[in-house]
């Protein structure tokens, strides 16, 4: 086991919020109009260590107290109890407005920050010419900073952070502010810095990024630690809970057609297994059993489903007709089953609708919208990015 690049030791932060209560003249004469505080805690007795060369990612809603963490981590704030131990040379990328001075150029500020982390005068002059051309901002950096727009004003903190030789990078959320350009050499910069064996903190919403570049992960729930180990199982949990949270109390389906013959309902059981459920890995084996009802006998009827990502791109839409399977009729109750095997469909939320209308398609009978949302998890084969493995076989000569 490597040595900790930072220490995280039973850390607590609270915060004191002031409220002025001088509600009425009367109050403030009679000197009830005091200031008085609540106290607010961020963080409640965190503890972690990130090790030596890993790259450490830090996940959970706004909210959560992932920046007041990193704000402990790189000495901005002080724990109201417990302590943070840094063995390494460290670079703080923090938020937005920490670090520069609006009214100096790019120019100026790129010495005082630079300064401000540790760097010679003469070091930051040998390096200057990097830094600029990394940050992509050499027609603006004797503009004062002010003028600058978000995502300049990262490339150049970045551009600072990264050229300071630090062993330990903590990084609050900056993937999301710059363009897919500076994102690619963001993320660059960091397989770089971790072939070097150089540490990592991270903290963003891109969970993409997590899966794919975290050795490890913390998910923070209130201030507290929710989770730590595997940033993909980590993600998984994490995203589950984000959706039940939206989805608990929203009868998300829509019904419409004349209703002759309806289904009364959706399950999704995987991999044999008896008991319902709404959520299966890439790769496992789904079956569908709607149920149905018609009211009266219904000739040739067509039965389809139509799987749609939460993002609103209809990803398959297959129904009976299409292999030649056309009841002449339905009535009464029954069950109509799907068997998809080894789903292709690769990690995030989707939403499956039913149709069932006549055979020419086009007189509806029932049209469910939304009569399952379903999650799928990542599994085999493990890929990251769209939204269906291909199951490509690679070789590289
Ligand atoms: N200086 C402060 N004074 C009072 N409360 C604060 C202060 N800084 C943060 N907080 C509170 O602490 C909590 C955690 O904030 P923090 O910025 O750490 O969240 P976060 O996880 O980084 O969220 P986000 O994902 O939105 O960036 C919030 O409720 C916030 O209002
Ligand atoms: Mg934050």
């Known amino acids: 086991m490597s040595t900790p690049a930072l220490e995280v030791d039973h850390v607590t932060k609270s915060f004191r919020l002031h409220h002025q209560k001088t509600n009425s003249i009367k109050q403030l ?18 503890t972690f260590d990130v090790r030596e060369g890993e790259v ?40 937005l407005g920490a670090g520069f001075h609006p009214e100096l150029s790019g120019r100026e500020n790129v010495f005082l920050n630079a300064a401000i982390l540790g760097m010679s005068r003469r070091d930051i002059a040998a390096r200057f ?24 004003y990262v490339r150049l903190a970045f551009a600072v952070a990264i050229n ?16 897919v350009t500076f994102q690619q050499r963001c993320l660059e910069k960091f397989v770089e810095f971790r072939a070097d064996g150089r540490t990592i903190v991270l903290v963003t919403h891109d969970l993409g990024s997590v899966r794919n570049m975290c050795d490890r992960a913390i998910w923070l729930k209130h201030g507290a630690v929710s989770g730590e180990g595997d940033p993909s199982e980590l993600v998984d949990a994490y995203t589950e809970m984000m959706l039940g949270e939206n989805l608990r109390g929203a009868d998300g389906s ?26 299966f890995r890439t790769g496992d084996d789904v079956r569908l059993v709607l149920s149905y009802r018609a009211e009266r006998s219904v000739p040739r009827p067509v039965v389809g489903i139509e799987i749609e990502h939460l993002g609103g791109t209809t990803l398959s839409a297959p129904c009976t007709r299409d292999v030649g399977l056309v009841p002449a009729q ?31 398609r086009s007189h509806v009978y029932d049209h469910l919208q939304t009569a399952l949302r379903f999650d799928v998890m990542s599994g085999k084969p493990y890929e990251v990015g769209g939204l269906v493995t291909l199951r490509p076989e690679w070789s590289v000569h």
């Open 29 to 46: 004469v009679a000197g009830r109009g005091k200031t008085r505080f609540d106290e607010f805690t961020a963080l409640t007795d965190v």
């Open 56 to 95: 450490f990612g830090v996940i959970g809603q706004n909210g959560s107290g992932k920046s007041t963490l990193l704000k402990c981590m790189a000495g901005i704030l002080k724990p109201s109890s417990g302590s943070v131990r840094v063995h390494r040379r460290m670079s703080a990328l923090l938020e």
């Open 129 to 152: 010419d990097e830094i600029v051309q990394f940050s992509g901002l050499e027609s603006f950096i004797d503009a004062p900073v002010k003028t600058y727009s978000s995502g300049m």
């Open 164 to 179: 300071v030789d630090p062993r330990l990078l903590i990084v609050d959320e900056i993937l999301a502010v710059g363009d």
């Open 254 to 279: 829509i019904r419409r057609g004349s209703g002759e013959i309806q289904v009364m309902s959706v399950e999704m059981h995987v991999n044999g297994r008896a008991e319902p459920v709404k959520r």
């Open 330 to 360: 339905l009535s009464g109750e029954g069950v109509v089953t799907v068997d998809l095997s080894r789903v292709a469909l690769l990690p995030g939320t989707y939403d499956l609708h039913t149709v069932l209308t006549d055979f020419n």
